[in-house]
């Protein structure tokens, strides 16, 4: 269905209607970036259009909202231009919506917190653009219970492109191809990626709020087609130890209203205008806060960690620097945009986009000095013993400590959602840290 902007909320009913659709699945994210939501009769879509799909405030992660009163529910106002048939639920239409308290937007939403910032741009007549790609793992439980790769045929010692991968796995692949292509997506390529049971798959770039809205459809479709074909599809950033983990990877351009790139510039160092140079300034100035919302887990840093990988390449962007076509720093530029390769796909994507908008944003307007280029292996260098650049922080613990220090960034997102964020995500810690392992275990229990 493609109505356009204009298309009114009847015509839009009229035609989902027309192509058998009773129901709207009103979708929201929580602080965890989870997808959740409620199923609502296709005739009662213009309340929830108007005041909002309602749900119990206190049972989603982040809403911080109260048991009682007129600020305990959380309703999700739908979106009307999200309106979409889902392919893989016959009946069915999928809603983005945005977070109400109160009858005003909840400061808590981390929808909400992308949208200021997209406000934020568009006051200087620029727009923001964001292609994601998406990196995960197919897994499952083995008889024990443990996890393990989907595909037991996945062993290679260096995985990356297998072809005989890709011919098991097709039935999955080609779903995702099918119902991705129904829900609009501009697919541009698949393939199997560093580690066994990784896979990655890309599509067309759009801006911000609509490329934070369409991976989190993305999500649910994959989670949807990985179940049909007895698998789970896996966002944890490294489930194995000794292999790459997954990424998602920003890229990111900006155009003035007339749709000119200002972000590039070919004659310019690294292809970058002096307002890209900025911006990637703000990112690396920002970089050890922004871990906490980029790479929000204890297992994130399992990934982030400049050790050798018994499968694939090592290109973990651990180190603040910027440098061409270079994957090992922490900002790549190609083709004239930034690769911001800080984020990983445990992010809650609104949240991390925002954050990523509000220190390249700090960037600009305090004119930051460009950051001198990389142009060497970093981890070449960090072999051969050389002082290497600042890193980013070791773990969770770290990096929720540099995001409570850095008060203009927390101001920046928003200090509501910061605080929920850093509440959960220091319990998580917390539990973390009290949690016996096997490893401590074998290592220590008959210790002399």
């Known amino acids: 269905m493609s109505l356009g902007a204009a298309a009114t909320l009847t015509e839009r009913m009229a035609a989902l209607q027309a192509q058998g659709v009773h129901s709207v699945l009103t979708t929201f994210t929580d602080l965890h970036g989870a997808p959740k939501g409620k199923l609502v009769p296709l005739a009662a879509l213009p309340d929830a259009v108007a005041v909002g799909a309602g749900f119990a405030g206190p049972s989603i992660w982040g809403t911080g909202l109260p048991r009682m009163g007129p600020r305990s529910e959380y309703f999700g106002r739908v979106v009307p231009g999200s309106l979409r048939p ?37 006051e200087r007549g620029l727009t923001l653009w964001v292609g994601i790609e998406p990196e995960f793992f197919l897994l499952r439980r083995g008889p024990d219970g443990t996890w393990q790769v989907a595909d037991a045929d ?55 709020l609509a490329a934070a809205d369409r991976y989190q459809l993305f999500k649910l479709t994959a989670q949807t087609v990985a179940q049909q074909h007895g698998c789970v599809f896996s966002t944890m950033p490294k489930p194995l130890a000794h292999a790459p983990g997954s990424g998602l990877h920003f890229h990111l351009s900006l155009t003035d209203a007339q749709g000119h790139a200002v972000m590039a510039d070919p004659a310019g160092a690294l292809g970058l205008s002096t307002l890209g140079h900025q911006f990637a300034a703000g990112l690396l100035h920002h970089a050890d806060a922004l871990a906490a919302l980029c790479a929000p887990t204890v297992n994130s840093y399992k990934r982030l960690a400049s050790s050798p990988s018994a499968s694939g390449t090592t290109w973990s962007p651990v180190w603040k620097t910027v440098g ?42 305090q004119a930051l000095a460009p950051v001198t280029p990389c142009d060497e292996d970093l981890y070449q260098r960090q072999a051969r013993g050389d002082a290497m650049p600042a890193r980013l922080p070791h773990d969770l613990c770290g990096a929720l400590d ?31 840290s009290q949690h016996v392992s096997g490893w401590e275990l074998e290592r220590y229990a008959d210790a002399a």
Not at 169 to 179: K, T
């Open 324 to 365: 061409d076509n270079n994957r090992t720093c922490l900002v790549r530029t190609v083709a004239n945009r930034l690769e911001w390769r800080l984020p990983d796909p445990s992010c809650n994507v609104y949240a991390a986009l925002a954050g990523t908008l509000a220190a390249g944003l700090s960037g600009i307007d």
């Open 154 to 208: 996945d062993r290679h010692a260096k995985p990356s492109y297998d072809l005989a991968a890709i011919h098991r796995n097709l039935g999955f692949l080609d779903g995702m191809r099918r119902h991705l292509t129904d829900l609009g997506f501009e697919l541009q390529q698949m393939d199997h990626e560093d580690a066994c049971g990784q896979y990655e798959i890309n599509y067309r770039f759009d801006d911000a």
């Open 86 to 122: 889902l392919p893989f639920m016959p009946g069915v239409a999928h809603a983005v919506c945005d977070g109400f308290a109160g009858g005003e937007p909840l400061d808590t939403c981390s929808r909400q917190l992308l949208k200021r910032q997209v406000a934020r741009l568009a």
């Open 402 to 432: 540099a995001l409570r220090q850095d008060a203009p960034l927390r101001e920046a997102v928003g200090t509501a959602f910061c605080d929920q964020f850093l509440a959960i995500k220091q319990a998580e810690w917390d539990a973390w």
